[in-house]
């Protein structure tokens, strides 16, 4: 029952360093997403795929490209970090059922940029 | 635009006071809305939703159509209760527009 796992849940990048932040969800949700979370920001929507092999920019996609690989995955990835990019990273997947919509999240992955 | 705002960045209370957690939107459609909480370095949950009218630990919120609000409401605070909490707001297609939070403080 292990819900939204993404990986990994702490890293430290060099400016101009890339990498990939993995999330997979194992309740067969349609609906995925990339959430960063910053200070009196609160969370904000970085891209979101509202199916297998759609994705959208959302309100902060600059520097930011995703990857949904099929239904259980969908990846973040960053190809030159900056500074700026050091956040908490959520991903989230979402189901409309009998009880309404309901966004669960993962564990969140903290990102530095130095 | 779709919107939420939280005007509380803080709010401190103490242990057995009441405790309300502003949240207000704006939407043109039918709104949808939930409360998140986030207790430290731990994944958002579900506290609850308005469509479901349910009350969790303690907490109810009630959708008000005519000030656009979603107010969170508990009537004698814990000391558990201290945490972050996401007013958020389903719009269009499954998306959800989430408020700046407001961190809740209990005090002994």
């Given at each position: 029952n292990a819900g939204v796992t993404q990986t990994p849940k702490f890293q430290v990048l060099k400016t101009g360093q890339s990498m990939t932040l993995q999330c997979a969800q194992?309740?067969?949700?349609n609906s995925m997403y990339w959430y960063r979370q910053d200070p009196g920001m609160g969370l904000r929507l970085i891209y979101y795929s509202a199916s297998e092999g759609t994705t959208d920019k959302g309100e902060v996609p600059n520097g930011y490209n995703v990857s949904?690989?099929?239904?259980?995955e969908f990846s973040l990835r960053l190809e030159s970090a900056a500074p700026s990019q050091t956040s908490v990273y959520f991903c989230a997947s979402s189901i409309r059922d009998t009880s309404g919509n309901t966004i669960y999240f993962g564990e969140g992955s903290w990102l530095t940029v130095v | 635009a779709q919107r939420v705002t939280q005007p509380e960045k803080l709010l401190s209370v103490f242990k057995g006071a009441p405790v309300e957690l502003k949240c207000n939107y704006s939407y043109s459609g039918s709104p949808e809305l939930f409360w998140y909480v986030q207790y430290s370095r731990q994944r958002l949950q579900l506290l609850l939703r308005h469509i479901s009218r349910e009350s969790i630990k303690g907490f109810t919120a009630d959708l008000n159509k005519g000030e656009t609000s979603f107010h969170l409401k508990k009537p004698f605070a814990q000391e558990e209760d201290s945490a972050m909490y996401y007013c958020a707001l389903k719009v269009y297609g499954q998306n959800f527009v989430f408020g700046p939070g407001t961190r809740l403080s209990v005090l002994p």
């Open positions: 194992d309740m067969n949700h949904r690989l099929n239904k259980r | -």
